[in-house]
Structures are given as structure tokens and as C-alpha cells.
Nanobody, 121 residues
Framework: QVQLVESGGGLVQAGGSLRLSCAASGRTFRTYAMAWFRQGPGTDRELVAAINWSADNTYYAESVKGRFTISRDNYGNTVYLQMNSLKPEDTAVYYC??????????????WGQGTQVTVSS
């Protein structure tokens, strides 16, 4: 089992950057695929980015390709989401998630509490 705590959200102007962090508990972090999801006002939760356990495979939603980068530090038990060129439509609560299966699966078992990202125009 793993517990996840996100940080790094906040208010930023369009075109700005933020880096989200997700600290994971447990000694088996390196065995989990990790992902960032988001849920904006009145929208369904969507997968933003995912990374496999060894960090040699990643996935990005089309809406964030070229702007967001997911990475992980298996020694520090942390996964990151670097967000550049932010747009107002990126405004959402961002959630970190973990699972033992494929990073491409949408079935994630463990979730953080979420961190708010607000992008002003």
C-alpha cells in the first residue's frame, strides 16, 4: 500500500509555470506506475500524464503534450509534474495516483488528496 501527498499547486498567470510534487510513503514506491489526473469545474476527471516504474516510458494527454513533463525520483519516493506555458483551461484540482499495473491503464488504486491549480487569464 502507498500513501500520496501532493504539493505545489497555486495561482499563476497564463504563460507561467508550476511544478507539482507527489510524495509517496512506503518502500515499494519504485514498483508502482504513477500518474497525474485533473478535474476541472464541471468536467470529468482526466488522465494528464503517466510514467512507468522505471521512468523509461511516459504518456501525455494531447492537451498537455509539449507543455507538461512527468518525472520520478525512485530514491526520494517522489513524482513530479512540471507544467509550463499554462493556460486558463489547465485550471483544475490535480491528483497524484499510483498502481501496480501498467502505466497506461486507467485503473489506479491509490490517490492523493489533490492540489488546486488556478491559471488566470
Amino acid at each position: 500500500q502507498v500513501q500520496l501527498v501532493e504539493s505545489g499547486g497555486g495561482l499563476v498567470q497564463a504563460g507561467g509555470s508550476l511544478r507539482l510534487s507527489c510524495a509517496a510513503s512506503g518502500r515499494t514506491f519504485r514498483t508502482y506506475a504513477m500518474a497525474w489526473f485533473r478535474q476541472g469545474p464541471g468536467t470529468d476527471r482526466e488522465l494528464v500524464a503517466a510514467i512507468n516504474w522505471s521512468a523509461d516510458n511516459t504518456y501525455y494527454a494531447e492537451s498537455v503534450k509539449g507543455r507538461f513533463t512527468i518525472s520520478r525520483d525512485n530514491y526520494g519516493n517522489t513524482v513530479y509534474l512540471q507544467m509550463n506555458s499554462l493556460k486558463p483551461e489547465d485550471t483544475a484540482v490535480y491528483y497524484c495516483a499510483a498502481q501496480r499495473g501498467s502505466y497506461l491503464s486507467d485503473h489506479y488504486d491509490y490517490w492523493g488528496q489533490g492540489t488546486q491549480v488556478t491559471v488566470s487569464s
